[in-house]
């Protein structure tokens, strides 16, 4: 009964390669994101959808695609990639808000994409 | 822009000894979340405990508990009893309240626990 899981869990291609990501959560959430922790175990945002629309587009190059065909799934594509790519990248859900005191709008994270560009 | 600072990048506990991990935030926000995230060697993040600024109270969960001074935006972690088990890195995140871009998580850059047996 996996929260949220993420295919493939590790991932080693070469440089100016195309892949994909996919990430599926059964929480019932309508909202989901994708992190990239780099090789100092920083945290950032990257994307997210609110009931397959984007409304989160940080600043990352535009070889990364996101795209949800609907709420429970958030694919990430990455064009051309780099050697600076490699990094472990994170699907999570939350609802996007929850009830005063009693929480509901926590982040649930899957288990990662290790993704390592040679 | 909110920032969060994790100021000891390593700390160290022996078994069944209290350690508490500091964390301090930048915001101009009267109402937002904070949160402690635990990532152990399997790379997992899991949620150890969240906060609502507009709560005096202290959050606790089980051996976790929160010191939460908004004044001073302070946000420190105390885990009583450490166990094996608690060895991790230990991140603190802060969210905004509101949606759109506001559900974004803001992480420090996180604390290494070891527990010595």
């Known amino acids: 009964d996996t929260a949220v899981s993420q295919t493939p869990k590790y991932l080693v291609t070469q440089m100016g390669n195309d892949k994909s990501i996919k990430c599926e959560q059964n929480?019932?959430?309508?909202?989901m994101y994708w992190y990239k922790q780099d090789s100092k175990k920083f945290l950032k945002i990257m994307f997210s959808?609110?009931?397959?629309?984007?409304?989160i587009n940080e600043t990352v190059p535009n070889r990364f695609s996101p795209k949800s065909p609907d709420k429970a799934h958030l694919n990430l594509h990455i064009n051309s990639l780099e050697l600076g790519d490699s990094a472990v990248y994170f699907c999570?859900?939350?609802?996007?808000?929850?009830?005063?005191?009693?929480?509901?709008?926590?982040?649930?994270f899957g288990p990662g994409t290790r993704l390592t560009v040679t | 822009a909110q920032t969060v600072t994790q100021s000891q990048p390593e700390m160290s506990v022996q078994e069944a000894e209290t350690v508490t991990l500091s964390c301090t935030y930048d915001?101009?926000?009267?109402?937002?979340?904070l949160f402690w995230y635990k990532q152990p060697p399997s790379r997992q993040m899991i949620l150890v405990i969240r906060?609502?600024?507009?709560?005096?109270q202290n959050a606790t969960e089980n051996r976790f508990s929160v010191n939460f001074q908004k004044a001073a935006k302070s946000f420190s972690l105390k885990i009583s009893d450490s166990q094996l088990g608690d060895a991790a890195m230990y991140f603190c995140?802060?969210?905004?309240?509101?949606?759109?871009?506001?559900?974004?998580?803001?992480f420090g850059k996180g604390t290494l626990l070891t527990v010595n047996p």
């Open positions: 999570a859900s939350s609802h996007p808000w929850g009830v005063a005191g009693a929480g509901g709008y926590e982040q649930y």
């Open positions: 929480l019932g959430h309508d909202t």
């Open positions: 959808y609110n009931n397959k629309e984007l409304i």
């Open positions: 915001t101009s926000e009267s109402d937002y979340y």
């Open positions: 906060q609502e600024a507009y709560k005096q």
């Open positions: 995140a802060y969210r905004r309240l509101g949606g759109g871009s506001n559900y974004k998580l803001t």
